[in-house]
Each structure stands twice: as C-alpha cells, then as structure tokens.
T-cell receptor, first 117, second 112 residues
Framework: NAGVTQTPKFQVLKTGQSMTLQCAQD?????MYWYRQDPGMGLRLIYY???????DKGEVPNGYNVSRLNKREFSLRLESAAPSQTSVYFC????????????????FGPGTRLLVL | GDSVTQMEGPVTLSEEAFLTINCTYT??????LFWYVQYPGEGLQLLLK?????DKGSNKGFEATYRKETTSFHLEKGSVQVSDSAVYFC???????????FGRGTSLIVHP
C-alpha cells in the first residue's frame, strides 16, 4: 500500500516555464489537497478537491491550476513559474469531505521540492 | 473561524530531557485534535489524535490530552531522543469546517 505518491521529488525551473506536479493516492479517498510549505509560514492550502470532478480554491491559489483527473489523481500546474513559487509542495488526501468527519486522518505525500530561478 | 496556535520554535533540548510543545485552539463545537510530525525531507504523518474532551492520545512515547476547559492539546514526552528531531504540527477538524486547520509547526532539535 503506497499511500500518497508525488512526482517529481525535485525540480528546478526557470522563470516563465511551466510544469505539472503529479499526485496519486491508492486509499480510495474522496478528498485531495495541495499545500505549499515555506519557512515560518507553516502549511498553506492552494487548492482542494472534495470529490472526483470538483475542485476549489484554497488560501493561496494565484498562479496555480489543478485537475482532478479521476478519484486517484490530483495534479497541480504552474503555467508560468515565478521565483515566489519556490517552495515545497505537499499533496494530501482524506477519506471524506464531510463536516462531521472530524476523526479522519489526513495522509500526506513525501513532497516536491521546487526551485524557480 | 477555526485557528490553531503553537509555540514558536525552534525548541532545542538535550537527549533525555522532558518535552512540552504548547498548542491552543479556537473552533466551532467540539473538534477532533491531532499532532502530526514531519521528519527532515519527508511529508507529514499522524503522530496521535484525540476526538473528545479528556481523551489522551499517545504514540511512540508522546502524549497529548484534549483539554476543553483550556482549549489546549499540548504535546509531551518524558525523555526525548535525537531521532525525535522533527517539525511538529498541531491540527484540528471541527464540525464547522470541511477542511482541517493546521498550526504553523514547531521545530524540535535534540542534541546528543
């Protein structure tokens, strides 16, 4: 059971280049999330998907797009990378997307470390 | 809205010292509370959780008690090891929100 997987692990981009970060989970979870982690800022939610076919903006969506390709996969795209997008990106999943699902654990991938020059 | 406040780090301790990392929260209703740990170069993983008042979560020698009266969920360990060096995140999920709320994380550095 692989859990949540992310590719690539590391990436260096030049300003203006585009790329897609891939995420997949094999736990049959309905909800998936993309976060970025920066020093002193903790985790900030970029986008989330409550279920297959739906996506919504989080706290810091500008400069990003997402696709929930199917129940397993949730990708994050940077159309024109900027140095401010240098960060570590984490994908996460959770079984449901209900207000009453308080006890459910969120599962995280190992992260993608992105450097934009 | 929901919020989680953690003590700022880094917390630097010698091996076998006692650890406390403070966490307080504001939330709608009666949230579930979590501690996640992030080891260097890895993603977050669940360390322990508590789902109702006075519950104690425990794992790997770490403990935290859900204190409704003080809205706190402080993380403790009696004797830390070098291998406990990591970033610790307090989090909650309340009935008033669809999405978990995380604190900013507290870095723990344990010296031999």
């Amino acid at each position: 059971n692989a859990g949540v997987t992310q590719t690539p692990k590391f990436q260096v981009l030049k300003t203006g280049q585009s790329m897609t970060l891939q995420c997949a989970q094999d736990m049959n979870h309905n909800s998936m999330y993309w976060y970025r982690q920066d020093p002193g800022m903790g985790l900030r939610l970029i986008y989330y998907s409550a279920s297959e076919g739906t996506t919504d903006k989080g706290e810091v969506p500008n400069g990003y797009n997402v696709s929930r390709l199917n129940k397993r996969e949730f990708s994050l795209r940077l159309e024109s990378a900027a140095p401010s997008q240098t960060s570590v990106y984490f994908c996460a999943s959770r079984k449901t997307f209900e207000k009453t699902s308080g006890q459910e654990t969120q599962y995280f991938g190992p992260g993608t470390r992105l450097l934009v020059l | 809205g929901d919020s989680v406040t953690q003590m700022e780090g880094p917390v630097t301790l010698s091996e076998e010292a006692f650890l406390t990392i403070n966490c307080t929260y504001t939330a709608t209703g009666y949230p579930s509370l979590f501690w996640y740990v992030q080891y260097p170069g890895e993603g977050l993983q669940l360390l322990l959780k508590a789902t109702k008042a006075d519950d104690k979560g425990s794992n790997k020698g770490f403990e935290a008690t859900y204190r409704k009266e003080t809205t706190s969920f402080h993380l403790e360990k009696g004797s830390v090891q070098v291998s406990d060096s990591a970033v610790y995140f307090c989090a909650l999920k309340s009935g008033g929100s669809y999405i978990p709320t995380f604190g900013r994380g507290t870095s723990l550095i344990v010296h031999p």
